[in-house]
């Protein structure tokens, strides 16, 4: 990671945690904290579509897995919190493992087939089960989440957990795409011949990716299971599954930043809406559409654009930067 | 070993009656031939005799229909194009397939992919380890740079590199992986004379420094200058092979090709 991503991290970092400072009001911190874990599906999302070139209409389903085996274990069988989030992220590894191998094989969007179907069994098994699930009903009375002793219970103390797990999560993705994975990756979503002729394992790689960004997807349900203590089949619809693709879409493919800001920004966006009633959806779908028109490639990218332009703009200056720059 | 002329005691790799086809096509037919070691051996031929599709064979871009390559006694014939290169295996292509989205520095260091270890781990926590094999990665990419001329554009874009400086970054790309074989296609293609030159140059310095190349490349000036073995296509098929002078001499050749 180079210095220039150290320092966005740093002032990341500080103005989130600076926030509550300003923001008192509960319901302003619960919309944080859920585009917090919105984050932490989109990040895993964004390393799979702008690395490996895959979507996914599944990630909803492993959110689901993550919520469910989390919520299911700790609540009926009574097991301990943080071990049985981090086997329902096992659990849920497994099976995208499972699914990955067999589709990431093949040429074309066999991933997007098999993870749209993926998620419409995950949600009739969330619905039918009713016994172990709650059904349509949902499943009440999930433990808040603990560390020590020290209970989460308000969206003041939420806040710091999620937005330390979701910057973590951050880190250490900015720190895998300026490594030789990441450079591996890299090349395989460029020109995947020319990258398994430059000795990588391509197909590994996806399968891989693809795991990574389902484990994510897992730790944020069971962190959203734990913090809203109720969970229904609703949450974790093919619909969901669309919205953390269409927040990388807007981000911006191929940058960890253009995802974040993504992520925050579609979440905020329908709350913000709540204050036109009936045209909200018809204004939120103009604005999707608008920024896809004129920022096809992310807002983040857009403005990075803009920014570069003001930098150095001359008369018969390449629109293509002639240096490299980091990866994002 | 049937249908193979040996040019010399040893052989790196050896190729036994391979066939691939396209459908009703037949790329290669039969081909069986063996490449010594620390030696230039061309494949030359008309356009569509095969010569690309034999190096997407040797690399493993396209599976074989029948037949069996070994490099140096392990048949590669059925592995993945990755596992080749691990092996000492790797190319350039016709039109240099660099990575755009990357400097020029890192596509050299993406090179050294099949060399290097730090996995996915690594990549999250960033370890000494790692940090230490990043930094050889670096150091190493910078000077193989160097040796091909390219150092002061580490930072630039692959896309603003002029065609040759393309094709030597491919070629930097290609060595990052300490290959035993390089195989080159067409270096040459769309570069001018002074470029050409230059790379004839580079492909005798890598040949000094024991590397095995496998040129195919239709400059036959450049071709008889440099090579110590060619092998003939047509068709698919082996029309000939020998040393230059040889070649120039052969009656089959002269009518499929050079007399062409």
């Known amino acids: 990671m180079g210095t220039k991503n150290k320092i966005c991290l740093l002032i990341y970092a500080l103005t989130i945690f600076s926030l509550p400072a300003i923001l008192r009001n509960n319901y302003h911190l619960m919309v944080l904290n859920v585009a917090a874990l919105n984050i932490l599906v989109v990040i895993g999302l964004s390393l799979l579509l702008g690395y490996a070139g895959q979507i996914s209409l599944g990630h909803a389903a492993f959110f689901g897995l993550g919520a469910y085996l989390s919520a299911i274990f700790t609540t009926t069988y009574s097991l301990p919190l943080w071990p049985t989030i981090l086997m329902a992220m096992v659990i849920t590894a497994m099976i995208a493992y499972l699914i990955g191998i067999p589709t990431l094989k093949l040429e074309g969007h066999y991933l997007v087939m098999a993870t749209l179907g993926f998620n419409v069994i995950i949600y009739i098994i969330l619905i039918q089960f009713e016994a172990v699930t709650g059904g349509p009903s949902g499943f009440a009375g999930i433990p808040r989440l603990q560390v020590g002793g020290w209970t989460f219970d308000s969206d003041f103390k939420v806040y710091f957990l999620v937005w330390a797990i979701s910057i973590g999560a951050l880190l250490l993705s900015l720190n895998l795409i300026h490594s030789r994975v990441g450079r591996a990756m890299a090349a395989l979503s460029h020109n995947e011949i020319a990258a398994r002729c430059a000795g990588i394992d391509t197909e590994g790689y996806k399968v891989k990716i693809f795991v990574l960004s389902a484990i994510l997807a897992s730790l944020a349900g069971s962190l959203y299971a734990h913090y809203i203590t109720f969970i229904s089949p609703g949450t974790f619809s093919f619909f969901y599954s669309i919205q953390v693709v269409t927040m990388v879409l807007v981000g911006g493919v191929g940058s960890l930043w253009g995802a974040v800001l993504g992520a925050i920004l579609l979440t905020i966006l329908p709350e913000v809406l709540h204050a036109v009633k009936e045209y909200n959806v018809l204004i939120y779908g103009f604005i999707l559409m608008v920024v896809l028109v004129f920022f096809p490639r992310g807002l983040f990218s857009g403005i990075m654009e803009v920014f570069a332009q003001k930098k150095t703009a001359a008369p018969g200056d390449s629109p293509e930067p002639r240096f490299s720059e980091k990866r994002t | ?260």
Not at chain 2, 191 to 214: C, D, P, Y
């Open chain 2, 1 to 260: 070993m049937p249908g193979t002329a040996c040019q010399g005691d040893k052989t790196i790799l050896v190729a036994q009656e391979i066939f691939l086809r396209f459908g009703g096509l037949e790329a290669l037919h039969n081909l069986s031939f063996s490449i010594a070691p620390r030696q230039i051996t061309s494949i030359i031929g008309p356009n569509g005799a095969g010569k690309t599709t034999l190096l997407n064979a040797i690399t493993g871009v396209y599976p074989l229909d029948s037949g069996k390559i070994f490099y140096r006694g392990i048949p590669i014939s059925q592995m993945k194009p990755f596992q080749i290169t691990a092996l000492g295996i790797n190319r350039t292509f016709q039109q240099a397939q660099l990575f755009a989205n990357m400097s020029v520095l890192e596509n050299v260091m993406v090179g050294m992919h099949a060399k290097t270890k730090a996995g996915f781990l690594g990549g999250l926590l960033h370890p000494p380890g790692e940090r230490r094999e990043e930094m050889n990665i670096r150091e190493k990419g910078e000077s193989l740079l160097s040796f091909l001329g390219l150092w002061p554009k580490g930072a630039w874009r692959p896309g603003h590199l002029s065609i040759g400086e393309q094709k030597r970054l491919e070629i930097a790309r290609a060595l990052a992986s300490e290959p035993d074989l390089l195989l080159l296609d067409e270096p040459v293609a769309g570069l001018n004379i002074r470029e050409t030159e230059a790379m004839g140059e580079l492909i005798i310095r890598l040949k000094e420094k024991s590397q095995t190349i496998i040129l195919v490349e239709h400059n036959m000036h450049l071709v008889m200058g440099i090579s110590d073995w060619l092998i003939v296509l047509h068709h698919g098929a082996k029309i000939g092979e020998g040393r230059p002078e040889e070649i120039q001499k052969d009656k089959r050749v002269i009518e499929a090709y050079l007399g062409t």
